[in-house]
Nanobody
Framework: QVQLVESGGGLVQAGGSLRLSCAAS????????MAWYRQAPGKQRDVVAR???????YYADSVKDRFTISRDNAKDTVYLQMNSLKPEDAAVYYC?????????WGPGTQVTVSS
């Protein structure tokens, strides 16, 4: 099974930027897409961005034009570049490998945005 480890979270002021990384290892075969989700306290976990195996991308409306998902296949790493961060972007961000066998999750990384 694929293992995922996120990094790059932290504290940033509103208007600032962060880049999250997700390193994948293990059995990556069967993964159709890589995605970033986030979950704020008391709220459900929602998808933020997704990149499919054919390179197509999806963004939640709330992050369009501010966030960019990309991947480096040689490094088995997916990135989430987050610009113009807002306090409402604060959450635990989870990397996910989506495939026919379901979703594998990383442990998450905290993003805090101060106003």
């Amino acid at each position: 099974q694929v293992q995922l480890v996120e990094s790059g979270g932290g504290l940033v002021q509103a208007g600032g930027s962060l880049r999250l990384s997700c390193a994948a290892s293990g059995r990556i075969f069967g993964v159709n897409a890589m995605a970033w989700y986030r979950q704020a306290p008391g709220k459900q976990r929602d998808v933020v961005a997704r990149i499919s195996s054919d390179g197509s991308t999806y963004y939640a409306d709330s992050v369009k034009d501010r966030f960019t998902i990309s991947r480096d296949n040689a490094k088995d790493t997916v990135y989430l570049q987050m610009n113009s961060l807002k306090p409402e972007d604060a959450a635990v961000y989870y990397c996910a490998a989506e495939g026919s066998a379901g979703i594998r999750w990383g442990p998450g990384t905290q993003v805090t945005v101060s106003s």
